[in-house]
């Protein structure tokens, strides 16, 4: 039904690759103004995994570069209450000047004040990533159903999107499907080389990706990439800060589906996306309907906009209820 040849078995249902990131969050309050945070473990790669891991009981892994000091050890502590299975390369902090775990600054915004989101990836260790770092044929030799990476890690440095290609080949030689999170963010291509090298860049990934999440355009995206079998987005339209209309839609082995729209309270719109990509992964890793798959993603990433943070807090069958029709009356 939806054109992957996905594996039956393996050790693994799900690997990411990908940067891991503290989230400093002061709430509503801008930060110029706060006088506290909470920290929230992230990263557009790893949220998927921390979601597929938690939510829907799918063993899932991260491959990632992780610094041995404190905020390391917070990290990989988040990392291990989500369920997700590390596979690090590890640098050595040198007291002073790092490698670094990189911080993402982002307050909620209220109303009609958005939400404000910068970065201090200073000698991120995860940019210091290389082909050779990981044992990809070890890895996949256990059996792995499914590969992700995104453009947030390959805009990170030279280096970082050969390590995603090389993994590819790796997943592709292993019979597993691979996925890519287009995640553009250009404060971040600007950096590393501007709009000409991240087209270079992408288009070097794509030619190995089987599903492609994070082009709305999806009709658009099949035709420019016509070996790719399943293209999927969210569709938002943000009415203020803590209220906007949720969709999501996607072209699935040459068919085109799209969720209902939903009107969406929002508590903390961070990660919602990436929410998103792991109820519908989560539904073709278990041989749903395309529909179906559809809506447990549309489903998984309005609840993961009510919950404070970037990874899941919902519960599978408060998934499939909403994706059903389900509403926010109370349950007794």
Known sequence: MNGLDIPREGA?????????????????VPFHKATECKIHVSG?????AANLADCFDIPSAIAAAMVRYPIGDLIAERVRAMGVQPHYKYFEHDGVHG???????????????PPVVFYNRA?????????????????????VRWFHSGGIFAALSPTTAEVIIEAMQAAKAAGAVISFDFNFREKLWEI?????????????????????????????AVKTYPHIKIVAATL????????????????????????????????DR?????????????????????????????AHGALVSTFPGDTTMAKLADVRALAQGGSASIQR
């Open 99 to 113: 490698p670094n775990m990189a911080t993402v600054y982002s307050d909620r915004g209220y109303g009609v004040r």
């Open 44 to 48: 557009g790669e790893y949220n998927v």
């Open 192 to 220: 590393s080389g501007g709009a000409g090298r991240a087209e270079a860049v992408l288009r070097r990934i794509v030619q190995y990706v089987d599903v492609l999440v994070g082009i709305p355009d999806v009709s658009d």
């Open 12 to 28: 693994l249902g799900f690997l990411s690759l990908g940067a891991l990131v503290y989230r400093l969050d002061p709430g509503v």
């Open 123 to 143: 000698n991120e260790a995860a940019a210091l990533l290389k082909p050779g770092d990981f044992d990809w044929a070890g890895i996949f030799a256990r059996g």
């Open 236 to 267: 938002r339209k943000v009415h203020s800060a803590n209220r906007h209309s949720w969709s999501a839609t996607a072209c699935i082995n040459g068919q085109t589906y799209t969720t209902p729209t939903c009107e969406l309270e929002v508590y």
């Open 270 to 298: 961070v990660g919602s996306g990436d929410g998103f990509a792991a109820g519908f992964f989560y539904g073709l890793l278990a041989g749903e309907t395309p529909e179906t798959a559809l809506k447990l993603g549309w």
